[in-house]
DNA sequence: GTGCAGCTTATTGTATACAAATGCCATTCG
DNA sequence: CGAATGGCATTTGTATACAATAAGCTGCAC
């Protein structure tokens, strides 16, 4: 982390996933090196890890831009998600341990408490969700998976935000996650995969429905 | 392509695919740097997406090495590889226009061609099939499955010696091909995704079958 | 007033110099 | 004799200077 190209990395990234970094707007070297503090050296790199992520766009005269996803991509990428994360809780069942098994049922508690409480903290119930899937690619054991994951799972924050699931959808997601231990439980990959297509698909329903109504955010954010 | 950058990057990736460099061995940027005939600025950028793209790795003291896959990790990347085409050919069932599928249908005469003629030619029914294959994707139309299907499509040559699949096994991928045009032609997602599926996987088993009898190459270039 | 040409400016690409870090080897001390 | 340590060599990280390219603007001609 002391390396001035992974500080830009890290800052640049957070300023897309934040928002602060504006989805379609120029993106120019000398500017953000100034921002990180370091030369311009260390943000080419970080573009160009950025841009393998797709987190970035170049057009054709090599100006980069913040990636603007259309309703369509977003979509693409929730399909694509969905697969890869079967396919991840496929590979789970047949390695996860008791360990990680106990973890991941620390946070589904964790989380459930976090939307079950007089006042919902739906951050924590995020946060503690993410780590949920987070030790399933853990056990997965697949590199590959983990990184192409990684570019279909995080997405910049203007296009969730944060109150937009309500908390019944939430609730679902928690026994949808019961039921996914207990398939790891089982050793049941088919199963835990099947679980999983529905738990995603239906987190995607309900984003959509979501933002279907919210005409305002969505026909600003999501126009081409 | 004119950009020294790029012409790196296409001469490195080569030399990683046509196993020049082998997969293993350390990667200096200055020797790099003096065989592409430019300087270590352009190279690094290049090992910077090479490396994004997993064919490049490295060590916790930032030095680069070229990608050795385990057998796990070669069976991994078919998996992944399977469901993204059939993704993709559930995609370009519903995309798919009259001229791609014509050309498709071409380039599944030629190599049939290929493999039938009195002197098989399997160099050509590769470059077909590739082609092929490609038309789905470019059907499919989506950015993201395209780079990410390049990641678990393209190995090292040294993976995959050309005279390894038999010629049965050649002509069997043709009739597959054959019955992928007829669900696209009835624009039938569900079912092209299936025949893609089992596609992928008997030629990962056909694959697989070679190397484990050809135990010389086998234990040499798999080892970790 | 409109369109094109050429110049000006902004932005990225490349090379090079130097700084930092890592690995290696030899030397020394227990 | 082995392990630890210090210094040297190698390699990568960063900054900066300059070159190349593309965008934008101004002014001229029609």
Known sequence: MSRASDRAYNHIRSM????????????????????CGVSRTPVRDSLRRLEAEMFVRRNDSQRSFVANWSLDDLEDAFQLRAMLESYAAKRAAMRITREQLARMRIHNAQLKQAVDAVHPDVPRFIDHNRQFHAIILEAAASERLTSMLAQVTEQPVVLRTARQYDLENLRRSHHEHDELLIAFENRDGE??????????????????????????????DLAA
């Open 16 to 35: 897309i996933l934040s928002g602060e970094l504006q989805p379609g707007s120029q993106i120019r070297e000398e500017a953000l090196a100034e921002l």
């Open 191 to 220: 199963w835990a995969a099947a679980v999983m297509t529905a738990h995603i698909r239906r987190a995607f329903h309900a984003y959509a429905e979501a933002h279907s109504t919210d005409t305002e955010i969505g026909k600003t």
